[in-house]
């Protein structure tokens, strides 16, 4: 037994095309919607909704004899073609609609398409009506009727298979290389062969979304440790701030001082007219720092050392003596 049903879904993509090729227009209706409403006839070969014995036996003595286990996709492509007009009068009386009059289906002038099939029927509507389609069709009528309608059916699907072979179908390449379905045998070689297969792609797949699950965890952490960083940088700035604000005025200017001196002393020492912008200067600094000291003269040191900073050793004496005074 296969570990899932993915193999089993990957065969039922093959009905709507089966359908896309045999009546398009029907397809264009019922196939747009994905064929889970198949699963229980295909994974258990008509049995899980067949009510009655000779109708199964029916079937299944008719894959047996042709010995082609993808007779059973066939069929139930054909079913849904035999009963297409059941199909539709069904939707009809669900939806409160009417599209299955023939001068609708068969308007060569009408363009069918997704949106226009998604304005008339809703695909909740289709599944439930294909779902019960054996139930209200060959599970309604008395073993008699019953048994000439399913051999109608397999006589079609042998011509369908005929008219659009297996391997003309592009779903096919889904299927695993060891399918029942196109090897038209069943052995138990093949069967473990499609199961370590089966286990191999599961692996892969597991595989696969560890990684996605360890990339998406890896990003989520580079995440927050930038944030973590970005939030550490701005507390910095904020202390650095904090910090400036606090120092007291004298400091603040003494700082101003100096930056302003290495500047200027700078400009002095490399300039032609180096020698008479010192002169003009030393008097406007001189009266900006007396103007700034305060009266018990703690601040004559920070002035010579501010003078000394900006003009140097060639700082005059007079300069130096007014800070005294001062």
Not at 6 to 28: M, N, R
Not at 40 to 58: E, G, Q
Not at 124 to 146: E, P
Not at 162 to 178: A, C, F, I, M, R
Request: charged fraction near 25%; aromatic fraction near 10%; charge should be negative.
């Amino acid at each position: 037994m296969l570990p899932n049903i993915e193999s089993s879904v990957k065969q039922l993509s093959l009905i709507p095309e089966l359908l896309s090729d045999i009546d398009y227009t029907f397809y264009k209706i019922i196939g747009t919607i994905q064929p889970v409403y198949a699963l229980s006839s295909i994974i258990s070969l008509f049995a899980h909704d067949l009510n009655k014995f000779d109708d199964l036996c029916l079937i299944w003595d008719f894959v047996f004899v042709h010995n082609d286990p993808s007779l059973f996709i066939y069929i139930y492509a054909t079913l849904l073609i035999y009963y297409r007009d059941d199909i539709l009068t069904d939707l009809d009386e669900i939806s409160g609609k009417s599209f299955s009059s023939d001068d609708t289906l068969t308007n060569s002038g009408l363009e069918f398409d997704d949106s226009y099939v998604g304005e008339f029927y809703n695909s909740d509507l289709i599944h439930v009506t294909l779902t019960n389609l054996i139930k209200n069709n060959l599970n309604t009528t008395n073993s008699i009727d019953s048994n000439l309608e399913i051999y109608n059916i397999l006589q079609m699907s042998v011509k369908n298979k005929d008219e659009y072979p297996l391997d003309s179908l592009k779903s096919v390449q889904k299927l695993s290389k060891y399918s029942s379905l196109r090897n038209k045998t069943i052995s138990l070689t093949t069967l473990d062969l499609q199961i370590e297969e089966q286990r191999q792609e599961m692996k892969k797949l597991k595989e696969a979304q560890e990684k996605e699950y360890q990339k998406r965890v890896e990003e989520r952490r580079v995440k927050e440790q930038l944030r973590k960083q970005e939030e550490e940088k701005q507390f910095r700035k904020k202390q650095l701030v904090l910090r400036f604000q606090n120092l007291s005025m004298i400091l603040k200017v003494s700082i101003g001082i100096g930056i302003f001196g290495i500047v200027v002393n700078y400009a002095l020492n490399n300039t032609q007219y180096g020698h008479s912008i010192r002169n003009r200067l030393v008097g406007l600094c001189t009266n900006h720092l007396y103007s700034v000291s305060d009266s018990n003269g703690e601040s004559n040191n920070i002035f010579k050392s501010a003078l000394q900073t900006i003009f140097g050793k060639h700082t005059p004496s007079s300069v130096v003596s007014h800070s005294h005074v001062a």
